[in-house]
């Protein structure tokens, strides 16, 4: 049967192998890259594409035009006058009778209250300023018994 890796074996692994690599390898050899000199790569001649021959397309066909057509005219249709309708008369409403609104009883005016004294409110009590602060360790004595 087949051995499955689990990926819980991939972080130890990757773990040695950031371990492993070190810094001082990656400068020296850039450092050896700078100081070192290329061997100059000599330039190719750019090849020369051949030029393609024109190609003369001929000429397009003539297509003839189309003689205009005229259209007959037609006559204009005569349309029968419209008859006259005599304007109604707005009939006239009868005038509406005036209603009179019932008066409303009067009623007796309203009694006067007696002026109550404000009432006073008891105070808060106020807070101390300097509140002590409560620790979980008691403060540390410089002095050992």
């Given at each position: 049967?087949?051995?499955?890796?689990?990926?819980?074996?991939?972080?130890?692994?990757?773990?040695?192998?950031?371990?492993?690599?070190?810094?001082?390898?990656?400068?020296?050899?850039?450092?050896?890259?700078?100081?070192?000199?290329?061997?100059?790569?000599?330039?190719?001649?750019?090849?020369?594409?051949?030029?393609?021959?024109?190609?003369?397309?001929?000429?397009?066909?003539?297509?003839?035009?189309?003689?205009?057509?005229?259209?007959?005219?037609?006559?204009?249709?005569?349309l029968?006058?419209?008859?006259?309708?005599?304007?109604?008369?707005?009939?006239?409403?009868?005038?509406?009778?005036?209603?009179?609104?019932?008066?409303?009883?009067?009623?007796?005016?309203?009694?006067?209250?007696?002026?109550?004294?404000?009432?006073?409110?008891?105070?808060?009590?106020?807070?101390?300023?300097?509140i002590?602060?409560?620790?979980?360790?008691p403060?540390?004595?410089?002095?050992?018994?």
């Open positions: 049967m087949a051995h499955l890796h689990k990926p819980s074996i991939l972080l130890p692994l990757l773990v040695i192998t950031i371990s492993l690599m070190s810094g001082e390898e990656v400068v020296a050899s850039r450092h050896l890259l700078e100081e070192s000199t290329l061997p100059k790569v000599p330039e190719l001649p750019k090849p020369e594409l051949p030029t393609l021959p024109k190609v003369e397309l001929p000429p397009l066909p003539h297509i003839p035009t189309l003689p205009e057509l005229t259209l007959p005219t037609l006559p204009k249709p005569e029968p006058s419209v008859p006259q309708v005599p304007a109604l008369e707005k009939p006239e409403l009868p005038p509406l009778p005036k209603l009179e609104a019932p008066k409303l009883p009067e009623l007796p005016p309203l009694p006067h209250l007696p002026d109550l004294p404000k009432p006073t409110l008891p105070a808060f009590p106020s807070l101390p300023k300097d002590p602060f409560p620790s979980l360790f403060p540390h004595s410089t002095t050992t018994p």
